[in-house]
């Protein structure tokens, strides 16, 4: 098989990664329809999003583990199968705790079958451009609030929150099994990166020693607090720009140009980590993001959440592909599914702290001021953990 077929990997993952985590962020598109349908409280709804974190974030570690030892196609077939049903079975619940496990569980283990799985099977095709390589599959997510976010509201207007519900199912369906057919283990093994490899061989490291090694604890502390940062204001910006007065589908508008800022930002931090290094690369994003996080207490009008959302969305869209890289390079290919399953476990406990803490805020103080406050300064801690990463192995590796 051609080499030329990674670009086919690329895109198959780019194509999973939008489809399935699109359908589960759609749940912010189905917050506020849902809450006047069936009177169940915002704090409950959400919670379905913090379970799909903490499920994801397990599942994730579980499939990257299955990924090291059988490949990526049985797990990403397992996960396109799963993750229409549970989307099917979401849609005719008729209570809140049903849906929280239907939606919550279900459909929060079948997303995390593509992400790390993915992920690792592109770094095993790529030598070079890798991290552009993997920004790229990464840039399903920041696709996915350009299509299947307006395809939920359209839906939902034209119908009801059920309906759109299952039909994303059944969409979710047609498109991850084909695509799931396309993933191949590569022919033979990708010219890795000598330095990074032998940093991993030379000492022989396990999955036990890697996951008590400093590299791997301040890789996951940063990845923890980046995403316990941005997960509640993604998650919760089409309610605030509402409450600030925008109409819905305007609202909608900010998060999908927030998508549209992440792919961008995918791609120009893929290139410049590729460049500059991607350390420097990630603390200068991780920096700009808190920022702009409590830059949004000050936005009223619909123009400056556009403006807002390019920034935001560019740069934590770009950070997140970056934390692959380095584990990439900090432990090698052998055991990446299971190291990079682990550390987007402990990602997805930060993505679950957002949507439940911005529910709670809002219920109590009808407001989500806190929530921004809160989350711009777990965003200055994940710079500062960021700092501290040790060097990279092919820095350990000079003569001296």
């Known amino acids: 098989m051609s080499l030329s077929y990674r670009w086919v990997i690329v895109a198959a993952g780019a194509l999973m990664t939008c489809v399935a985590l699109g359908a589960m962020f759609s749940l912010a598109i189905f917050l506020e329809p849902m809450t006047l349908d069936t009177d169940w409280s915002r704090a409950g709804i959400s919670s379905a999003m913090t379970l799909n974190f903490l499920v994801m974030g397990l599942g994730g570690f579980a499939w990257g583990a299955i990924y090291d030892r059988y490949?990526?196609?049985?797990?990403?077939?397992?996960?396109?199968?799963?993750?229409?049903?549970?989307?099917?079975?979401?849609?005719?619940?008729?209570?809140?705790?049903?849906?929280?496990?239907?939606?919550?569980?279900l459909v929060g283990l079948a997303a995390s079958a593509f992400f790390a799985p993915m992920i690792a099977l592109t770094t095993a095709w790529f030598d070079k451009n890798r991290s552009l390589a993997v920004s790229l599959v990464s840039a399903g997510m920041g696709v996915a609030p350009m299509t299947i976010s307006p395809f939920a509201?359209?839906?939902?207007?034209?119908?009801?929150?059920?309906?759109?519900?299952?039909?994303?199912?059944?969409?979710?369906?047609?498109?991850?099994?084909?695509?799931?057919?396309?993933?191949?283990?590569?022919?033979?093994?990708?010219?890795?990166?000598?330095?990074?490899?032998?940093a991993a061989n030379h000492t022989g490291m396990s999955v036990r020693q890697a996951l008590r090694s400093p590299q791997f604890i301040v890789l996951a502390l940063t990845f923890f607090?980046?995403?316990?940062?941005?997960?509640?204001?993604?998650?919760?910006?089409?309610?605030?720009?509402?409450?600030c007065g925008i109409a819905p589908m305007a609202a909608v508008s900010i998060y999908s140009i927030e998508g549209l800022a992440g792919l961008g930002g995918r791609l120009l931090y893929g290139v410049l980590a590729d460049r500059l290094g991607?350390?420097?690369?990630?603390?200068?994003?991780?920096?700009?993001?808190?920022?702009?996080?409590?830059?949004?207490?000050a936005v009223s009008e619909l123009g400056q959440f556009y403006t807002l959302a390019i920034i935001f969305g560019a740069t934590y869209g770009g950070v997140m592909p970056l934390y692959a890289v380095l584990a990439r390079e900090y432990f090698g290919q052998r055991i990446l599914g299971t190291v990079f399953g682990a550390v987007t476990m402990l990602s997805s406990i930060g993505m679950a702290f957002g949507p439940l803490a911005g529910g709670m805020v809002f219920d109590a103080y009808a407001s989500y001021s806190w929530l921004f406050i809160g989350s711009a300064l777990v965003g200055l801690g994940a710079v500062a953990v960021a700092i501290a990463f040790p060097r990279l192995?092919?820095?350990?590796?000079q003569p001296a």
């Not at 359209?154 to 309906?163: F, K, Q, V």
């Not at 607090?225 to 409450?243: E, N, R, T």
């Not at 192995?393 to 590796?397: C, F, G, H, I, V």
């Open 71 to 105: 490949g990526a196609r049985i797990v990403v077939m397992t996960g396109a199968v799963l993750l229409g049903l549970a989307l099917v079975l979401a849609s005719r619940t008729g209570s809140l705790l049903v849906f929280q496990i239907t939606y919550g569980v």
């Open 153 to 198: 509201r359209w839906l939902i207007s034209a119908y009801d929150w059920r309906t759109a519900m299952f039909v994303i199912g059944v969409a979710a369906w047609a498109l991850l099994v084909p695509a799931a057919l396309l993933v191949r283990q590569p022919p033979k093994p990708a010219a890795d990166d000598a330095t990074s490899d032998l």
């Open 225 to 243: 607090a980046c995403c316990a940062a941005h997960s509640g204001p993604i998650f919760h910006m089409v309610s605030y720009a509402m409450l």
């Open 278 to 297: 991607v350390k420097p690369v990630l603390i200068t994003g991780l920096a700009i993001q808190s920022v702009v996080i409590a830059a949004y207490l």
């Open 393 to 397: 192995p092919r820095s350990e590796l």
